[in-house]
């Protein structure tokens, strides 16, 4: 006999079911009644044969068996879950007293036990942490099928308001040739800007030239950027074309430009203006034919007022500027970018591995002064040192594991002000939505709380208004 009852009215989203197996009509309607205020779809059976029945015709997320149904057994019941529907987590009620018995079963692959008897705390403690598990499990999938169709551009991700402001100027800038200057911390994506632009227009066919200004030793600057002759120097035996030369019809990407010395500023703006250079050495001219884009972490403007960075040059440079906001300003990208890194560190051949849900609380809450290459780093160590399908809080950077900054929303807004505990709830959910420009699925992973919780949460507080 089965029964399909409706989700409690809380439910915000679509449920979850669970198919609860039990001969002992007051013990299965406890339990009924139990999932139910989880927000849980229940189905009921009185034994193993129609528990198989209705997991051959209905989709069920959760099962709880005791473990002396008739016929078959909840033991026998667990093997044949796991054999056909391993991805499907089985709890197991025991009686008091057949502990070996729930500890056999939990070797065999189930997900929990419960005593009989039992307290309903601990049994909708249990369904509750089940029914996260199942809403982070399908919101990964969902964020893996946003990865494959996102918006944007060549390698940058995220779907926030200011990433999308982001992909409009690229978009407009790519189509024309006018030089581009990119402006933003380190780790925020500079280059994979400067190579969406250029990908995306109509050079996308010519060489695309990176160069780190920071990391070339000033005296050598000058020859790998216009070239030299034959015995222009010591170790010049032959001709060799510069960056700007070689890069013809394509794009040149100047990364960290404030970093350049200042006399070699004043040949680079010459060369822009007269679109030629002059090759260490030589008495000739070439002309050259490329769009140069640059791009720097440091404020640019306080450089040109200490005499660090020319101000001519920031003018022809910044024909068009664009700004790339810090991770802890786009905190909403963080779920889709742990789950890009996460699909693009497995292995080969291995079942995806995702991450907990205190785990992503502890991503969410931290500030990432190292920004995306920083949260790419942290991951990729979970990775390496995790051995299981679910990173967890002990696989992350101890800075993450300890920092303060993961306890940041638990501290209320004025350390001498006293406020009850329903205020402070509602102020650390509207605090959470706003730091996720309103993105709920992720404010929820920021608070360390189910969707369902939230939508709850939300709905009661628009009642008292």
């Not at 809403?135 to 990865?147: H, I, K, M, S």
């Not at 990391?215 to 030299?228: C, D, H, M, N």
């Not at 040109?304 to 300003?329: C, M, T």
């Not at 992503?360 to 979970?382: K, S, T």
């Amino acid at each position: 006999m089965t029964d399909e009852m409706e989700p409690s009215r809380e439910t915000a989203s679509p449920a979850s079911s669970i198919l609860i197996v039990d001969d002992e009509a007051p013990a299965r309607d406890l339990c009924a009644d139990v999932a139910r205020e989880a927000g849980l779809l229940v189905r009921t059976a009185t034994t193993t044969e129609q528990a198989l029945e209705i997991l051959e015709q209905f989709p069920v997320d959760i099962v709880l068996t005791d473990l002396k149904v008739p016929a078959l057994g909840g033991i026998e019941l667990l093997k044949r879950v796991r054999a056909t529907n391993a991805q499907v987590p089985v709890v197991v009620l025991t009686q008091y007293g057949t502990i070996e018995t729930a500890v056999e079963a939990t070797r065999l692959g189930a997900a929990d036990y419960v005593t009989k008897p039992f307290h309903v705390d601990e049994l909708r403690s249990k369904l509750d942490r089940l029914v996260r598990a199942i809403e982070l499990d399908q919101e990964n999938r969902v964020l893996r099928e946003q990865l494959r169709s996102r918006p944007g551009f060549g390698g940058l991700i995220g779907v926030s308001p200011k990433m999308q402001r982001v992909y409009k100027m690229i978009e407009k800038v790519s189509q024309h040739n006018y030089p581009v200057l990119i402006l933003g911390e380190s780790g925020t994506g500079k280059e994979l800007v400067a190579r969406s632009i250029h990908f995306s227009g109509a050079r996308r066919k010519k060489p695309f030239v990176p160069v780190d200004c920071s990391a070339l030793v000033p005296t050598l600057i000058e020859s790998e950027l216009f070239g030299y002759v034959k015995g222009a120097f010591t170790g010049a035996l032959q001709n060799r074309q510069g960056l700007l030369e070689s890069a013809a019809d394509g794009t040149l990407f100047l990364d960290e430009i404030a970093d350049m010395p200042v006399d070699l500023q004043a040949k680079l703006l010459r060369a822009l203006q007269e679109r030629e250079v002059k090759p260490v050495g030589s008495v000739d001219r070439v002309a050259i034919h490329v769009r140069v884009m640059a791009a720097t972490n440091r404020d640019i403007e306080s450089a040109i007022r200490s005499g660090a960075f020319r101000q001519d040059l920031y003018f022809r440079l910044n024909v068009v500027s664009i700004k790339l906001p810090p991770l802890r300003e786009r905190k909403s990208d963080i779920p889709l970018l742990v789950n890009f890194f996460l699909e693009k560190f497995s292995e080969p051949g291995r079942p995806f591995r995702s991450i907990s849900e205190d785990a992503m609380r502890r991503l969410m809450a931290y500030d990432w002064p190292g920004n995306v290459r920083e949260l790419e780093n942290a991951i990729a160590r979970a990775m390496a040192l995790g051995s299981g399908p679910i990173l967890h809080v002990g696989d992350l950077p101890s800075n993450l594991q300890y920092g303060s900054s993961a306890g940041a929303l638990e501290r209320p807004a004025s350390a001498d002000e006293l406020l009850p505990l329903e205020e402070l709830e509602r102020r650390a959910i509207f605090r959470a939505l706003r730091e996720t420009s309103g993105d709920k699925l992720a404010a929820a992973r920021l608070l360390g709380i189910g969707k369902t919780t939230l939508y709850r949460k939300l709905k009661q507080y628009e009642a008292q208004h």
